[in-house]
Nanobody, 124 residues
Framework: QVQLLESGGGSVQAGGSLRLSCAAS????????MGWYRQAPGKQRESVAH???????NYADSVKGRFTISRDNAKNTVYLQMNSLRPDDTAVYYCNADVYPATGTLDNKYLDVWGQGTLVTVSS
């Protein structure tokens, strides 16, 4: 079993900053892609940012220049630094990771693992 535990959500005023963390634990051999998604009330879940094990990143256009994704491979942890927050950033933020367990898988494929979500509320 692999778990992703998110932290760092909360309430902030527009223009403020928050830093989300997501730590993977459990039966882990390696982690490939890690990333963040978000889902605002009444909307579909959308991709926010991703980072490969080698440090290559990509961002949704709506967060470019404001959010920064990073990871600590030794700690199996991914971070999302969110600056210049806006009310439309309000959402539940979910961590996601492609994990290969130490015990392997039947088809040798990575597992798609999700965190439980952390709420970010930005007030105007």
């Amino acid at each position: 079993q692999v778990q992703l535990l998110e932290s760092g959500g909360g309430s902030v005023q527009a223009g403020g900053s928050l830093r989300l963390s997501c730590a993977a634990s459990g039966d882990i051999f390696s982690i490939n892609l890690m990333g963040w998604y978000r889902q605002a009330p009444g909307k579909q879940r959308e991709s926010v940012a991703h980072i490969t094990s080698g440090g290559n990143t990509n961002y949704a256009d709506s967060v470019k220049g404001r959010f920064t994704i990073s990871r600590d491979n030794a700690k199996n942890t991914v971070y999302l630094q969110m600056n210049s927050l806006r009310p439309d950033d309000t959402a539940v933020y979910y961590c996601n990771a492609d994990v290969y367990p130490a015990t392997g898988t039947l088809d040798n494929k990575y597992l798609d693992v999700w965190g439980q979500g952390t709420l970010v509320t930005v007030s105007s």
